[in-house]
């Protein structure tokens, strides 16, 4: 059907109907086109595949971005590990006096609830 109706016609010249040869390089250079577009698409594709698969790599497990944009350098992924470490070492220090400062404050009170004299009710209260 689709050779009938597109590739074959009225030769002018000579005035016979069959395929012109106008018309089928038309046809081979559209595939030729067709096939190239083919192609790109393909390895656009595998590019993004390829993309997306690097970005999951790069992120974490829990869904954080090691790196968002850019290049990171080895020097700077360093500085940014120190300043993650300092960051969580004074968080750690900061939760142990706190921690330490709950214990003391129990031991005094366990200290000061030892001093008091020991009465009973009805030593206090001798009316009774």
Known sequence: MFARKHL?????ATGEYRILLS?????TRGSVAIAAAKEKCEKDLRDLTVTAKQRAKRQRKDGRYIQT???IYVHDAR???AAKDSIQRKKEDRAAKRAAAKLLKEAEEAEARESL?????YESHPEI
């Open 8 to 12: 074959q016609g009225i030769n002018p």
């Open 23 to 27: 018309r089928v390089t038309k046809l």
């Open 69 to 71: 944009r850019g290049t």
């Open 79 to 81: 500085l940014r590990v």
């Open 117 to 121: 004299p020991l009465t009973s009710s």
